[in-house]
């Protein structure tokens, strides 16, 4: 059974940072993007970025509203993905979603639970 | 980027059929037929529903139906039953190499 856990959330003040981790199993995590999708309490879906698979040297894709604050790494040897959240906003608060890639790379077939991520002095 | 264009709620009664419309643009999904569906109940994860435009995973009904025409998207449920009742939102492969989300539709089982 595919299974993908969010971990680290939690509550920081504005311009403190946090990392997230997101625990894969049941699958071959090396063969599979992975993407991290966020939602604000109460509002909509809004994609963060991916981690494409070992083919594809593990490059990476950052939304506009993140790049160059946010970093996302993986260890295959621990199938686990990462979020590196640096200089965060009260508007970054949202619960974040880890979600696998299917074979095409251009959906999400299965998603975690999430971890909220509260910003807030 | 941003946000694809979605109805905030649309609603049916059971066994009716409801089409929700997902607009976006020349980026991304009238230049890709990489668009998806998720459905996403209250209090829980999104779950895929279709894919590239109107394909559907092993598991997902039959009642649910995709489509693209130009800049648009739209995904209908047939036969629309209680369980259907939850948020549904759209998302789009981009000409950035990036994704995005429509705003999300609210559907009501009347």
Redesign the interface.
């Known amino acids: 059974e595919v299974q993908l856990v969010e971990s680290g959330g939690g509550l920081v003040q504005p311009g403190g940072s946090l990392r997230l981790s997101c625990a894969a199993s049941g699958f071959t995590f090396s063969d599979h993007y992975v993407d991290w999708v966020r939602q604000a309490p109460g509002k909509g879906l809004e994609w963060v970025g991916r981690s494409r698979n070992k083919a594809n040297i593990y490059t990476t894709e950052y939304a506009a509203s993140v790049k160059g604050r946010f970093t996302i790494s993986r260890d295959d040897s621990k199938n686990s993905l990462y979020l590196q959240m640096n200089s965060l906003k009260t508007e970054d608060t949202a619960v974040y979603y880890c979600a696998r890639g299917t074979p095409s790379g251009y959906s999400l077939d299965h998603w975690g639970q999430g971890t909220l991520v509260t910003v807030s002095s | 980027?941003s946000?694809l264009t979605q109805p905030p709620s649309v609603s049916g009664s059971p066994g009716q059929s409801v089409t929700i419309s997902c607009t976006g643009t020349s980026s991304d999904v009238g230049s890709?037929n990489?668009v998806?569906w998720?459905q996403?109940p209250p209090g829980t994860?999104?779950?895929?529903m279709i894919?590239?435009v109107s394909n559907r995973?092993s598991g997902v009904p039959d009642r649910f139906s995709g489509s693209k025409s130009g800049n648009t998207a739209s995904l209908t449920i047939s036969g629309l039953q209680a369980e259907d009742e939850a948020d549904y939102?759209c998302?789009s492969?981009t000409s950035s190499?990036?994704?995005?989300?429509?705003?999300?539709t609210k559907v009501t089982v009347l």
């Open positions: 980027q946000a890709y990489r998806s998720y996403q994860a999104p779950k895929l894919y590239d995973p939102y998302s492969y190499s990036t994704f995005v989300f429509g705003t999300g």
